[in-house]
């Protein structure tokens, strides 16, 4: 894969079992990305390493992974100024509630778009990434143009066959 264009961050490689869906779409948009595991509070100096030179890399966003306080996005938002997307992970006996607070309630000036909590987050952060790095690629946003026309017809094509049970039914 050439140079990542996106770091996916996780506090623990126990996270990767979700966030390898991340990974997975973009690998189906061939966006090349990285991965990493930093911690915000076990390995700080190294995360603030991994955020303060990712620009400088050549990465564009930054997806994080991280479960309980879910301190991770904010770290990583507070050392750079690439675009952070934060993915809540359901690790804690409060099922990933504290995640999802602890990413959306970040003070003002340090964002970190948030996504839900789990495999769809996951899937939903790499999707960003892509929307994100579709505006300057005209290539990546047809593919994500074409990605999007697929899922509406799977929905037309579902809808069609509903239709068909219940007209059977009605019989």
Do not use: C, W
């Amino acid at each position: 894969m050439s140079k990542p264009l996106v770091g996916i961050l996780m506090g623990s490689d126990t996270d990767l079992p979700l966030m390898k869906h991340a990974a997975a779409v973009l690998a189906e948009f061939s966006v090349p990305y990285e991965i990493e595991i930093v911690s915000a509070h076990r390995s700080p100096r190294r995360t603030a390493e991994y955020a303060a030179s990712a620009a400088g890399r050549g990465l564009r966003v930054i997806i994080t992974g991280a479960g309980s306080a879910a301190a991770l996005g904010g770290a990583v938002a507070a050392e750079t100024t690439l675009p952070v997307i934060g993915v809540p992970l359901a690790t804690s006996p409060l099922s990933g509630f504290d995640s999802l607070l602890s990413l959306a309630m970040m003070p003002a000036g340090v964002p970190v778009a948030t996504m839900a909590v789990g495999e769809a987050g996951a899937r939903n952060a790499a999707i960003l990434a892509v929307q994100i790095l579709a505006g300057a690629d005209a290539a990546l946003a047809e593919r994500l143009r074409a990605y999007k026309e697929k899922m509406a017809s799977g929905v037309a094509e579902k809808n069609r066959r509903v239709q068909e049970q219940l007209a059977s039914a009605k019989v």
